[in-house]
């Protein structure tokens, strides 16, 4: 019984600091309550001090009522947390590319996955993403597009017209609303001549090209720079994998 009387009150302090800890950083309540859902899966919370939710999502300025479109969610890491957030007043558009019918057996079928990820919220809605079309079919504008460590992939598609995509970001949000867009960080100067081969890009480029779209940058943050990340090997690689420098850039539509 003593046992595990301490062992609950060793449990509210820890909340009790990490809450304390949350308002001291100046990360919103509910912003911490959804980090903290117990009902996230455990894959993700092991992957939290690397991808800094709780600041992201303050940075981001995500609110409860809010619409947002996310952009090729894949496993629904920041689905989960922004369906949280926004709450029962707020919507998600989760938009991912459908499983390929020639996609290998054992890769898996995110679209399915993210469906079922939406009939246990019920403020999601999965919508299949593609390049044609104003709003990426979204059914309405939206307060934030959001783009987590993907933004790169979108050069590699086929027929990439970068141009025309952050356009069509652009015409997915209200006047006002914000793109968020988080990637890994090539060298200065590398462009986009390593999204292929490294999966990353020079952040400069990437405020290059959805400047170009009419967007005004109003922040950007290093909450997620690794010092000590070279820049040289790929994402994917063992010795870099989950401590790559990544970027945070906050866009908004005039």
Same mark, same amino acid.
């Given at each position: 019984?003593? *046992?595990?009387?301490? #062992?609950?009150?060793?449990?509210?302090?820890?909340? !009790? =600091?990490?809450?304390?800890? @949350? !308002?001291?950083?100046?990360?919103?309540?509910? &912003?911490?309550?959804?980090? $903290?859902?117990?009902?996230?899966?455990?894959?993700?919370?092991? *992957?939290?001090?690397? *991808?800094?939710?709780?600041?992201? !999502?303050?940075?981001?300025? &995500?609110?409860?009522?809010?619409?947002?479109?996310?952009?090729?969610?894949? *496993?629904?890491?920041?689905?989960?947390?922004?369906?949280?957030?926004? #709450?029962?007043? #707020?919507? &998600?558009?989760?938009?991912?590319?459908?499983?390929?019918? $020639?996609?290998?057996? $054992?890769?898996?079928? =995110?679209?399915?996955?993210?469906?079922?990820? @939406?009939?246990?919220?019920? $403020?999601?809605?999965?919508?299949?993403?593609? =390049?044609?079309?104003?709003?990426?079919?979204?059914?309405?504008?939206?307060?934030?597009?959001?783009?987590?460590?993907?933004? /790169?992939?979108? /050069?590699?598609?086929?027929?990439?017209?970068?141009?025309?995509?952050?356009?069509?970001?652009?015409?997915?949000?209200?006047?006002? #609303?914000?793109?968020?867009?988080?990637? /890994?960080?090539?060298?200065?100067?590398?462009?986009?001549?390593?999204?292929?081969? =490294?999966?990353?890009?020079?952040?400069?480029?990437?405020?290059?090209?959805?400047?170009?779209?009419?967007?005004?940058?109003?922040?950007?943050?290093?909450?997620? /720079?690794?010092?000590?990340?070279?820049?040289?090997?790929?994402?994917?690689?063992?010795?870099?994998?989950?401590?790559?420098?990544?970027? !945070?850039?906050?866009?908004?539509?005039?």
């Amino acid at each position: 019984m003593l *046992r595990a009387a301490l #062992g609950l009150i060793a449990a509210l302090t820890f909340c !009790l =600091l990490a809450d304390s800890a @949350a !308002l001291a950083a100046g990360i919103p309540k509910y &912003i911490t309550a959804a980090v $903290n859902d117990p009902a996230r899966p455990e894959a993700d919370k092991m *992957r939290d001090a690397e *991808r800094k939710p709780a600041e992201t !999502l303050a940075f981001a300025g &995500i609110k409860p009522g809010q619409t947002v479109a996310e952009l090729w969610p894949a *496993r629904g890491y920041y689905t989960r947390l922004l369906a949280k957030v926004v #709450g029962p007043s #707020g919507h &998600i558009y989760a938009l991912q590319p459908p499983r390929r019918p $020639n996609a290998p057996a $054992n890769m898996p079928d =995110l679209m399915a996955g993210l469906q079922q990820l @939406a009939e246990s919220y019920g $403020n999601i809605t999965v919508l299949p993403f593609g =390049l044609t079309g104003e709003g990426f079919g979204v059914p309405m504008p939206v307060d934030v597009v959001w783009t987590s460590l993907n933004y /790169h992939d979108f /050069h590699n598609l086929p027929n990439a017209d970068m141009a025309a995509f952050d356009k069509r970001v652009f015409d997915t949000l209200k006047p006002g #609303g914000l793109f968020i867009l988080i990637d /890994h960080a090539a060298a200065p100067g590398a462009g986009t001549s390593v999204t292929k081969t =490294l999966h990353r890009m020079d952040p400069e480029t990437a405020k290059q090209e959805v400047e170009a779209a009419g967007f005004k940058l109003v922040a950007s943050s290093d909450i997620l /720079h690794q010092p000590n990340d070279p820049h040289t090997a790929a994402i994917f690689d063992p010795s870099i994998r989950g401590k790559t420098d990544q970027f !945070l850039l906050k866009f908004r539509k005039p």
